[in-house]
């Protein structure tokens, strides 16, 4: 993890979950007294910003881009859409969904804050404030982040799996991953729910589903304007990206595959591929 300099803001809080903590209205600085920590470079706008009682982390989103000098970079694609930053009302979003699909069960991320920061930024000619998505996690590390990690720390949280998951301990672990994901996707789909950004990327290795920025429900669908942004007839794509992410753990833990058995499993929740 690399340490990453911040400072201290005035702040309002937007959204919260009863079980919320301390709040953690950091922004980064190069001058500041505050330190976040970074995952690894996976997490662009994302870090650690502490770790507390029953081995949780504390993680806030949207604190500024972490791996250039800028504390964030605008692009042409939209007006706001900025690197390092987070949009309200795509921080309102993930944490709204966010709660809706940990009540039907699934293990994500453990939403507490939405926060605005007092610090005006002006980006194009427009002034903005910054917004946090403050979430707690057992595992801080992706799917993804497989190469920045050493390998005994994978295999740390791939050991509690079929304890926290009550799943047969003697199967190959990138088939006690695939009962989780598969078992997650057929809850979310029969609940109408579209992830919209199932990868290695928004999975944690504790098999936690997080990013829900993107996500609709019949609760809170897609507005006009999000339903130019993201398609939401993606449905069947989330099944071969969970298929992708399978492959990704036996990849990493160097596991041999048998297609058969994840076919057998996509079937067992009534997905055929």
């Not at 937007?14 to 209205?25: D, H, K, Q, R, W």
């Not at 964030?72 to 309102?92: C, H, P, R, Y």
């Not at 699909?101 to 699934?106: A, K, Q, T």
Request: aromatic share 12%; glycine share 4%; with cysteine.
């Amino acid at each position: 993890m690399k340490s990453i300099s911040a400072s201290k803001y005035p702040y309002r809080i937007c959204m919260a979950n009863s079980e919320g903590g301390l709040v953690y209205p950091f922004f980064r600085n190069e001058n500041g007294t505050n330190r976040m920590l970074l995952v690894s470079p996976q997490h662009g706008r994302s870090f650690i910003v502490d770790h507390v009682e029953s081995n949780r982390w504390i993680v806030s989103k949207g604190n500024g881009l972490s791996y250039t000098s800028n504390s964030f970079i605008t692009t042409s694609e939209q007006e706001l859409d900025v690197w390092g930053l987070l949009l309200m009302n795509d921080a309102k979003r993930d944490f709204t969904l966010g709660n809706e699909i940990s009540s039907l069960g699934i293990v994500t991320n453990k939403m507490e804050y939405v926060i605005e920061l007092d610090l005006p930024l002006v980006v194009r000619e427009r002034e903005i404030k910054p917004v946090l998505l403050q979430y707690s996690v057992e595992c801080p590390y992706r799917i993804s982040d497989a190469q920045f990690m050493e390998s005994h720390m994978i295999r740390s949280f791939v050991k509690t799996w079929a304890v926290n998951y009550n799943l047969d301990k003697h199967l190959p672990y990138y088939l006690q991953a695939a009962e989780v994901l598969i078992s997650n996707l057929s809850i979310l789909h029969g609940n109408g729910i579209l992830h919209n950004a199932i990868s290695s990327q928004n999975y944690t290795w504790a098999l936690e589903l997080v990013d829900f920025e993107l996500a609709s429900s019949p609760l809170h669908p897609y507005t006009e304007e999000d339903a130019q942004r993201h398609v939401p007839d993606l449905f069947q794509r989330e099944i071969l990206q969970s298929y992708q992410i399978i492959l990704d753990i036996a990849g990493v833990l160097r596991e041999n595959v048998s297609f058969e058995c994840i076919s057998n499993l996509f079937m067992k929740y009534g997905f055929y591929i």
